[in-house]
C-alpha cells in the first residue's frame, strides 16, 4: 500500500472517536519497529521526523525509501509528516521527496507572520496532495532545533484557532494546552476544558505534541475533546536506550544481532502501548 495524505487517517480517526500514534523516526531501527508495532496492532500509523532526524539516515528521500519499503511490504497504512520544520525550502525539500504531510512550526512568530508561513506551506504541500499540519501556541520543552521554556509556553486561543484555520486552510492544527516537549518537571497540568472549546470551534483534527509522559488517563481524556494525533518521542528514546542497557548484563558487544535484538523488541513493546492507549478512549 502507498504512503497515504496524513489528514485522510485523522479525519477518519477524529469521525471515529480514536486517535493515531505519530511516531519519531530517525533510522532503519526505529522505521523497522513502528512498521512491527502497526502490523502486530493492525493500527494505522503516522511516521515522522524533523530536519535534524531525516538527515541521520541521509536526508528526506532517503528516510521516505526506506519506509516505504515497509510500508509496501506489509501492507499497513500510514503517512510520513515532516515535524517541526523551520524553513519553507525544508517543506519543499520533503514533499519533492515525498512526504505525505509537513508542517512548519510558526508558533514562536507573531500571529499574522504565522498565518501568512502556514499559509504559504499549505500552497505548497496541497500542489504535491500533501497534508499541512500548523501550530498555534506554544509547547514549553525542546523539538529539534527549537526550545521554549514553561514560562513562554502559551496555551492556543480557542477563537483565535478558529481564524487561524480559516486563513490558512491547513488540514490539522496542533494546539497547546499544557504538554511539553520531552520530559515533564513536576505534575502535569492539561487544560481539558481549553482543548474542549478549540474543538467546539475547529473542524480540522487536533494534535497534541509532547505526548511522552502525559499519564493515561489524560491522554484518553484530550481523545474524548478531539485530539486525533498524538505526537511520541522521547519514551521511544528511552524505550531504546533501556533495551539496550538492559542487554549490556547479559549480551557481549561483539555479537550485534542478539545484541540489540532486545532494545529492538522494547522499543516495538512502546509502541504497541502506545498505540493501544490511543485507540482505549
Not at 490558512?168 to 511539553?180: F, P
Not at 476544558?193 to 470551534?201: C, K, S, W
Request: with cysteine; aromatic share 6%.
Amino acid at each position: 500500500m502507498p504512503l497515504l495524505p496524513m489528514h485522510m487517517l485523522l479525519r477518519e480517526a477524529r469521525a471515529e472517536g480514536r486517535c493515531l500514534a505519530a511516531l519519531e523516526c530517525w533510522d532503519s531501527t526505529s522505521v523497522r519497529a513502528i512498521a512491527a508495532a502497526a502490523v502486530r496492532t493492525g493500527a494505522a500509523v503516522i511516521f515522522q521526523a524533523s530536519p535534524a532526524e531525516y538527515a541521520l539516515p541521509g536526508g528526506p528521500e532517503a528516510l521516505r525509501a526506506l519506509l516505504e519499503w515497509h510500508v509496501e511490504r506489509t501492507g499497513i497504512s500510514a503517512a510520513l509528516h515532516l515535524d517541526h520544520g523551520m524553513k519553507l525550502t525544508e517543506v519543499e525539500e520533503c514533499v519533492r521527496a515525498g512526504f505525505t504531510s509537513v508542517m512548519l512550526d510558526g508558533s514562536h512568530f507573531p500571529y499574522e507572520e504565522n498565518v501568512r508561513l502556514t499559509r504559504e506551506t499549505v500552497e505548497i504541500a496541497h500542489d504535491f496532495d500533501a497534508s499541512v499540519e500548523g501550530e498555534l501556541g506554544h509547547v514549553a520543552g525542546l523539538e529539534g532545533d527549537i526550545s521554549v521554556s514553561e514560562e513562554d509556553a502559551l496555551q492556543t486561543d480557542p477563537d483565535q484557532a478558529a481564524d487561524f484555520v480559516a486563513q490558512t486552510g491547513l488540514d490539522c492544527l496542533a494546539v497547546a494546552i499544557g504538554t511539553v516537549h520531552g520530559v515533564y518537571r513536576g505534575e502535569p497540568k492539561i487544560n481539558l476544558e481549553r482543548l474542549e472549546q478549540i474543538a467546539a470551534r475547529v473542524d480540522a483534527p487536533l494534535v497534541l505534541h509532547g505526548g511522552s509522559g502525559t499519564p493515561d488517563d489524560l491522554v484518553r481524556e484530550c481523545i474524548r475533546r478531539g485530539v486525533a494525533k498524538i505526537n511520541i518521542c522521547t519514551e521511544l528514546q528511552q524505550a531504546w536506550l533501556g533495551g539496550i542497557e538492559d542487554s549490556r548484563k547479559t549480551n557481549s558487544i561483539s555479537a550485534p544481532g542478539r545484541f540489540y535484538a532486545p532494545a529492538f523488541e522494547a522499543l516495538v513493546q512502546r509502541i504497541i502501548e502506545k498505540i493501544e492507549l490511543f485507540r482505549s478512549a
